[in-house]
């Protein structure tokens, strides 16, 4: 039998298994509050659905993140956290801060956080637009439709 070196070894109490953070599936009320987000981005072209690592239903065109739930502490209930160009996001916060907003968190981020109550279907489906053209996989041609 193949002894392991010492700097090989666990210390003692330590198991194979790594720490992975809380992945809890999506609720009743995220579930009803992102049918509306699923509906209009699955529209477009390249979106799929996606799960993200703390649980958070969601949507990627080619694999990039274009929005989801948010759900950091420090967002509102039904909040789905876009991507978005920083000076599309200032702009959307000084026109509708009812609607549009951000938090600490996830202010080194080019997102903005929306409160999926207060948004119109036409608002919800022009910011997954402008999300959808920022998601472009590495290369491709940009599609200005």
Known sequence: MARIPAHRQRPAGVTGERHRPSQSPPTVAETEAF???????????????????????????????????????????????????PDVRDALIDEAPDSYYLTDYYDRHGVVLARLDRLTHEALADLLSMSWRLSVPNGAPVDHS
């Open 35 to 85: 049918a509306p987000v699923e509906a209009i981005g699955l529209r477009l072209h390249g979106v799929e659905t996606i799960v993200r690592s703390d649980g958070a239903p969601g949507l990627a065109r080619d694999g990039r993140f274009m929005a989801a739930l948010a759900r950091h502490p420090s967002a509102e209930p039904s909040t789905l956290v876009v991507r978005v160009e």
